[in-house]
């Protein structure tokens, strides 16, 4: 009996041990094909992918809540995006101290995609002083945030900045733009995690918009982005795709190599021209006008062969009704009431059907010519700056634990970086598989379930001891 007794004691311990180690491993479900960039679209798998997506973050840009860390928050409304037939959101600002598991898990299994802002107000570029805002203490919380959110599959991409370039006089920040660029792909590579698209988010400007989306597109391939949204305004419906000028979009980015998106920018009134940094939640950015009754018309050329083979869908500005008066949703509290342009981008999404096949994408295409110094484009050389050096470490240490909203900010701290990199600085030391070692930390159920399996046949083989 003692044997036996022993035996249930080392039973219950051994099976408790189990639970509470399946509980640690539960993976965060596979329910979605991580997004690629080939040529100039976007894929899952062999199938072209377009982006149905919405601007999301509840409460508006001032407030600083993390809305995938709040489970109870983006499930209530993830029932709603799937009502309205998206597969992407895109969130500005997120809180890296804190677990997303849930809600990426539960997106993922709804089939819905991230694009991630990696900045925050406090841990971001300053247009005016770029070199010095670009230290290791803000390259630490983005790759913080990279870190965190590269386990996701879900995870569709990673916008290095948002409205930096805003007038001719901040076009010389534009290198250091590039240059985080350069830096997150080469930490992801190096960190071997998933080849996450990293690209960026320009103003509604004609005046040296399409300098950028060159510039980004020139030089080494370390140094390029793997994708390039724009905001844009000008479809107010009642409007046609001649009518808004789509038609002219789409010839002058004919040529363009990576994936286009559309996006529209935030009323340059709200903020104060001092005060917009680098991605800070206020720099907001999608498509649809609401100068006149939103009708969201743009949705029937954008997924058709009229645009398809340039650009890749795009992102509605926003989910939730703000100050500002964009909303699709009017949220008090736990309620949730669906306005009127709830319901017009629910049927056109439902009445505009993907184009079949690949779309007419570019499979090939070479990288751009850098734009030449002249009339607003101010950018001096094609050399980027260096990384700093205190920044070094990071790339085989890691970066650590996030800072979250709280935090000094890196602004005014660090150490800058000092001279300019060599073209091809920024190759990775190891590849970024498909699949990305960053999966290793996410045992599997069966990974889990063999486990189980190996303690029923220890349990097995204890309980055939007692009987002899």
């Not at 993390?66 to 995006?81: G, H, Q, S, T, W």
């Not at 677990?99 to 991630?116: F, R, S, V």
Request: charged share 25%; with cysteine.
């Amino acid at each position: 009996m003692r044997v036996l007794d022993s035996f249930a004691y080392s039973a219950t311990v051994a099976l408790a041990a189990t639970t509470a180690l399946a509980a640690t491993v539960k993976s965060i479900k596979r329910e979605v094909t991580a997004v690629t960039v080939k040529g100039n679209a976007f894929w899952t798998g062999d199938k072209r992918f377009y982006i149905r997506g919405v601007a999301y973050q509840p409460g508006g840009s001032s407030d600083m809540a993390d809305p995938l860390a709040e489970p109870d928050v983006c499930k209530r409304d993830i029932e709603k995006f799937k009502e309205l037939g998206l597969n992407t959101i895109r969130v500005y600002h997120v809180d890296n101290s804190m677990d997303h598991d849930e809600c990426m898990d539960a997106m993922a299994e709804a089939g819905i995609y991230l694009l991630l802002d990696i900045n925050t107000p406090l841990y971001s570029l300053n247009r005016d002083e770029p070199r010095k805002s670009y230290n290791e203490v803000y390259l630490q919380n983005v790759f913080a945030t990279i870190d965190m959110f590269s386990k996701y599959d879900n995870v569709l991409g990673f916008f290095s900045g948002n409205e930096v370039i805003d007038f001719p006089e901040t076009a010389p920040a534009a290198p250091f733009v590039k240059a985080v660029t350069r830096d997150i792909r080469q930490y992801i590579g190096t960190r071997g995690y998933r080849k996450i698209p990293v690209g960026y988010s320009a103003v509604d400007d004609e005046t040296n918009r399409e300098q950028m989306a060159k510039y980004l597109n020139c030089g080494t391939e370390d140094e390029r982005s793997d994708f390039f949204a724009f905001n844009d305004y000008s479809w107010c419906d009642p409007s046609s795709f001649t009518l808004s000028g789509w038609d002219q979009k789409v010839e002058n980015y004919s040529s363009y190599s990576i994936p286009l998106l559309y996006v529209k920018p935030t009323p340059e009134t709200w903020l104060p021209r001092r005060r917009r940094f680098l991605t800070w939640s206020c720099s907001l950015s999608e498509y649809g006008c609401i100068k006149n009754e939103r009708k969201f018309g743009e949705v029937a050329s954008l997924y058709s062969e009229d645009m398809s083979a340039v650009f890749s869908g795009g992102l509605v500005y926003e989910y939730s009704l703000e100050e500002n008066g964009y909303g699709l949703v009017k949220i008090e509290g736990d309620s949730i009431e669906e306005l009127d342009d709830f319901g017009a981008l629910k049927e056109a999404f439902a009445n505009q059907e993907d184009p079949t096949g690949d779309g007419g994408y570019k499979s090939d295409g070479e990288a751009s010519e850098c734009p030449a110094m002249i009339g607003d484009w101010e950018v001096e050389s094609e050399m980027l700056p260096a990384l700093p050096v205190k920044a070094m470490k990071l790339y085989d240490d890691g970066a650590g634990e996030g800072v979250g909203m709280e935090g000094l900010g890196s602004q005014e701290a660090g150490t800058a970086s000092e001279g300019d990199a060599e073209p091809g600085s920024g190759i990775v030391t190891s590849t970024a598989s498909p699949t990305g070692a960053a999966a290793a930390v996410r045992v599997p159920d069966m990974a889990v379930a063999s486990m189980v399996s190996t303690f029923v046949l220890m349990l097995s083989a204890l309980f055939g001891a007692a009987l002899l």
